[in-house]
Nanobody, 113 residues
């Protein structure tokens, strides 16, 4: 049974930073491509960042240069370091195993102006 558990969300002022974590179990994490998505109220869920099992990470234009995705295969964990946060980054952030139906429960990030 695949389980993805996100943590690290919270309330932060604009310009601040947060680091999200997603701990995975029930999968061979090291060979999986992992994504971070987010969904703001009234909007569709959007891809924020992607890390393949080996290769180059990728980011949406809206977060490029501010967010960094990384992974620790020994800990079965993927991270999202978020810097220079803006109010428009406010959303529920989800961890996802690419090419699967496996999603975490989400963690709320709220950025105040």
């Amino acid at each position: 049974q695949v389980q993805l558990v996100e943590s690290g969300g919270g309330l932060v002022q604009a310009g601040g930073s947060l680091t999200l974590s997603c701990a995975a179990s029930g999968i061979i994490f090291g060979i999986k491509n992992m994504d971070w998505y987010r969904q703001a109220p009234g909007k569709q869920r959007e891809l924020v960042a992607y890390t393949p099992s080996g290769g180059i990470t990728n980011y949406s234009d809206s977060v490029k240069g501010r967010f960094a995705i990384s992974r620790d295969n020994a800990k079965n964990t993927v991270y999202l370091q978020m810097n220079s946060l803006k109010p428009e980054d406010t959303a529920v952030y989800y961890c996802h195993v690419r090419y699967s139906m496996n999603w975490g429960q989400g963690t709320q990030v709220t950025v105040s102006s």
